[in-house]
């Protein structure tokens, strides 16, 4: 079963950017779908942004306009590049895979999960 290992977390003043990577070692990595979610402090795990086999690509509403999801099947590493960061984005960030290349906001969708890389933005 394919692994997600997550990277790039910190901590990061409000207004800066961070980039998160979450690289899969899977032969066939250009077919997963990968989607990024987060959990706050004291909160449930909410879908942040998602990525099909096709580059085709999903936002949560908080975060649309603000950060992109990208992929290189390459390096077999897809990206979440963060802008205008927010306390309210603070959070852990975790990465999500699936074999059938789905691109989905749901969490049913997606087979294997990272164990999450922290992210803190300060006010």
């Known amino acids: 079963q394919v692994q997600p290992v997550e990277s790039g977390g910190g901590l990061v003043q409000a207004g800066g950017s961070l980039r998160l990577s979450c690289t899969a070692s899977?032969?066939?990595?250009?077919?997963?779908?990968l989607a990024w979610f987060r959990r706050a402090p004291g909160k449930e795990r909410e879908f942040v942004a998602a990525i099909s086999w096709n580059g085709m690509t999903f936002y949560g509403d908080s975060v649309e306009d603000r950060f992109t999801i990208s992929r290189d099947n390459g390096m077999k590493t897809a990206y979440l590049h963060m802008l205008a960061l927010k306390p309210d984005d603070t959070g852990d960030y975790y990465c999500?895979?699936?074999?059938?290349?789905?691109?989905?906001?749901?969490?049913?969708?997606?087979?294997?999960w990272g164990q999450g890389t922290q992210v803190t933005v300060s006010s």
């Open positions: 899977a032969d066939n990595f250009r077919d997963y779908g």
């Open positions: 999500a895979v699936n074999g059938r290349g789905q691109g989905s906001p749901l969490e049913t969708v997606y087979t294997s």
